[in-house]
């Protein structure tokens, strides 16, 4: 029902971990549950 706000509030969290991860695989739906994968970004 509110999938495109989930979606933007999703993207939201992404860009505030954006200096610790990055999106491997953008929000998606699946059933009732809203999923996006964050992967650590590799250290110096």
């Known amino acids: 029902m ?3 706000q989930g979606q933007i509030l ?3 969290l992404a860009q505030e971990l ?4 990055k999106v491997e695989q953008m ?3 699946e ?3 809203m ?3 964050i992967a650590p970004k590799k250290t110096k």
């Open 18 to 21: 954006e200096e610790y991860g």
């Open 35 to 37: 999923i996006m994968f």
């Open 2 to 4: 509110f999938k495109e």
């Open 27 to 29: 929000p998606k739906l």
């Open 31 to 33: 059933g009732k549950r």
């Open 10 to 12: 999703l993207l939201k």
